[in-house]
């Protein structure tokens, strides 16, 4: 009786050691963290080949959009019809490989989501083990404070505002340098001679009034 319950355990173990070695899998991110916009890949990797079997994914498609996926697993169809899941299937027994890598694009700031995989097989769905993973999406960052309106940015460097600089005084030529005033010449030359007439005119009238 004890030999019979000790056979029994034994065969439970197995089988119990069996199903988890079929069951066993990976599920890794190429990251931990995206922004909106950017697109994170996750591998789904099983210990056992996928032979005549379908993998599931899912996710959260209000947050990640599906792009695609790569795999080197031979007669594979991909479904997409039901929203939130990717079901890759494969009919072929031959199979020796045991990676999936999917791609999803960030659709929204300041949120997670979890991906999660099951493998499918007749009819049936199965949990693996070690197939959650979870993602976050960076919140956007907040616009930065606005230039003063007197203090415009330098061209050359957005960085470091630079003060206007003052305009100068009086005119200026096509290099921005003050034009250096000089004193006017032909005007005061003009009256000069006027006066010298002048005098020496009257000069030459009182010697004539005089005689």
């Known amino acids: 009786m004890k030999k019979t319950l000790l056979i029994t355990i034994l065969v439970a173990v197995m089988l119990i ?3 988890g070695s079929v069951n066993a899998a990976s599920l890794k991110a190429s990251a931990s963290e995206v922004k909106k916009g950017e697109t994170v890949t996750v591998t789904i990797e099983t210990k056992e080949a996928v032979n005549a079997s379908s993998i599931k994914l899912q ?6 959009s599906y792009e695609g996926f790569k795999t080197n697993l031979k007669s594979v169809t991909e479904n997409t019809d039901q929203k939130g899941f990717v079901i ?18 960030a659709l929204v700031d300041d949120a997670e989501a979890k991906f999660t995989v099951t493998r499918y097989s007749n009819n049936i769905d199965e949990t693996l083990d070690n197939t959650e993973v979870t993602v976050k999406i960076a919140k956007a960052e907040e616009g930065k404070e606005p230039v003063d309106p007197e203090e415009p940015t330098n061209p ?6 630079t003060n206007p600089e003052k305009p100068s005084e009086g005119p200026v030529d096509v290099n921005g340098k003050p034009i250096e005033k ?15 007439i002048i005098v020496a005119a009257g000069a030459i009238f009182a010697i004539k009034r005089s005689k």
């Not at 050359?156 to 505002?161: H, L, V």
């Not at 000089?182 to 010298?196: D, E, R, S």
């Open 17 to 19: 050691a069996a199903i």
């Open 156 to 161: 050359s460097d957005p960085e470091e505002p």
């Open 59 to 64: 996710y959260d498609d209000t947050k990640f």
């Open 182 to 196: 000089n004193p006017p010449t032909g005007t005061p030359l003009y009256i000069g001679a006027i006066a010298v």
């Open 88 to 105: 890759i299937s494969t009919s072929d027994d031959a199979n020796s490989d045991t990676k999936m890598t999917f791609t999803f694009k």
